[in-house]
């Protein structure tokens, strides 16, 4: 069993289980956090199951966990993992069920004061263009060869179809679109499942927001990025929907029964990895990048309902209702890149669960806008606190593999949050504070009740003081939409 006693302080915000703690370690286990942060992760399985994932096959350098670390599926959420390829490990509780559950950032010109008079009826707008909630649909049904096409292709298919332009592309990761994709490792399964759920938001943690930008950390990035104090931006966070979870789901079993025939044994069965040039590894990326390009697919998708919803309630209304998008990060998914560990340049496969990629400045992978100022990194927070916009660094590259936080990370369970408050008095506690509230139900609204996550201001200040990424701005919610 791992205790607190197993991590040692390294830097004020960084800790270290070292490889003894569990015999088969091949690497040491890393955690950046406060005191009270790395208290919390043993609230839980979440430091157990970082120590776990140090003994994969191919793990480089040392398994990783972020402040907002907290007990998923065989990898703790907020995990990085490196393996050495081409035959480290490549697993599916590395990336998750909701594959590139990730989100996105639209700016506007719009000031709080010229849109609170329309704030009302512009999250109906949203509400009923923007279909929310647990299986919700779009209207129109994607056929197999457009399936396949979304799948193979992500957000450049839909800006394609007319959902977007080539500069959503452009500041979108790895440009909308997971090399490597091939509709013919996806199951006829997860295809059905997720056959009318392009373009929409779902549930659970899922949310659409309009945000006001309250605190600027550094003017001159904030004004590269087209944020200022007062100003109006809109938050999209979603993923693959069911065929995420149905690719997973598959995978899973699958690799399993590969990772015993290829005599890997793994002190956690949630583990279940193959050897990423395995046949059966090679199906898993296919798909995974398939489940990946769907939801940025999807999030395209959204963000041209948004815009519709901006111009038929705000058109003749006000100056300027267009959305630009920021950025678009992954939270979820597995990439092949090239980092230097131990002084060596290494062909890696970097699995990111519930962690964002954080890369700095001058990397090609940034959007060229963006390249001297490092990779826009968005930190959503919880549901009517406050989310952060940061930047990539060096340090990231250095220390993490380009990596970092993805949001405040998970104290309670849903049904501990549930048992908590009811949704009807979290409602009206949020519209006491000024924030307009739409959702499919209130039970699952009070799943996402803000006691039920870290301090997401705590989070990320670790990320900040230890380097991984730097403060840019910080932004409050006036509309939240729920699934």
């Not at 799948?151 to 394609?160: D, F």
Request: glycine share 12%; net charge neutral.
């Amino acid at each position: 069993m791992v205790t607190r006693s197993d991590f040692h302080r390294l830097a004020p915000y960084l800790w270290e289980a070292p490889r003894g703690v569990r015999g088969d370690m091949r690497v040491p286990a890393r955690l950046y956090a406060d005191e009270a942060l790395l208290e919390a992760a043993f609230e839980d399985r979440s430091a157990e199951q970082l120590v776990n994932t140090a003994t994969l096959p191919g793990v480089a350098g040392y398994a990783l966990a972020m402040p907002d670390i907290h007990q998923g599926y065989g990898f703790p959420i907020g995990g990085v993992v490196a393996t050495r390829l081409p035959s480290g490990a490549i697993s599916p509780g590395g990336v998750g069920y909701d594959i590139n559950c990730g989100v996105r950032l639209l700016t506007t010109r719009l000031r709080e004061e010229e849109i609170r008079p329309h704030l009302e009826r512009l999250m109906s707008a949203l509400f009923h263009d923007v279909p929310s909630g647990l299986g919700k649909g779009h209207a129109t049904a994607l056929g197999a060869k457009e399936m396949a096409q979304a799948l193979e292709h992500g957000a450049a298919w839909a800006v394609a179809q007319g959902y977007g332009t080539r500069e959503d592309l452009e500041h979108t990761e790895e440009r909308g679109t997971m090399p490597g994709a091939d509709a013919g490792a996806v199951s006829e399964r997860a295809k059905t499942r997720a056959r009318e759920q392009m373009g929409t938001l779902g549930s659970g943690n899922h949310f659409l927001e309009l945000d006001v930008v309250e605190r600027v950390f550094d003017p001159a990035a904030a004004a590269r990025l087209g944020l200022s104090e007062g100003g109006v931006v809109v938050w999209i966070h979603s993923g693959s929907r069911a065929l995420g979870h149905q690719v997973c789901t598959d995978y899973v079993k699958e690799l399993q029964t590969a990772g015993r025939r290829y005599g890997i044994e793994l002190p956690d069965r949630e583990l279940a990895c193959a050897p990423a040039d395995s046949p059966e590894g090679r199906r898993y990326f296919a798909a995974m990048a398939c489940a990946a390009n769907f939801a940025w697919a999807n999030r395209q998708m959204m963000t041209h309902l948004a815009r519709l919803a901006f111009e038929r309630v705000l058109a003749g209304q006000v100056r300027d209702w267009h959305l630009t998008l920021l950025y678009d990060v992954a939270h979820n998914i597995a990439k092949i890149e090239e980092h230097t560990v131990d002084g060596e340049r290494l062909r890696l496969c970097v699995h990111r669960k519930g962690a964002t990629r954080a890369f700095g400045p001058g990397r090609p992978e940034v959007p060229e806008s963006y390249r001297d100022l490092g990779q826009p990194v968005l930190i959503p927070g919880s549901m009517g606190s406050g989310s952060y916009v940061l930047a990539g660094t060096q340090a990231a590259m250095e220390q993490t593999f380009g990596s970092t936080c993805h949001g405040a990370g998970r104290v309670k369970s849903r049904h501990a949050a549930k048992r908590g408050v009811s949704g009807q008095a979290l409602r009206q506690e949020l519209e006491r504070q000024g924030i307009v509230v739409r959702t499919e139900s209130l039970g699952d609204l009070a799943e996402e009740a803000p006691n039920a996550y870290k301090d997401v201001d705590r989070v990320v200040e670790v990320v900040h003081q230890a380097g991984l990424a730097r403060k840019i701005a910080r932004t409050r919610p006036i509309g939240v939409m729920k699934g």
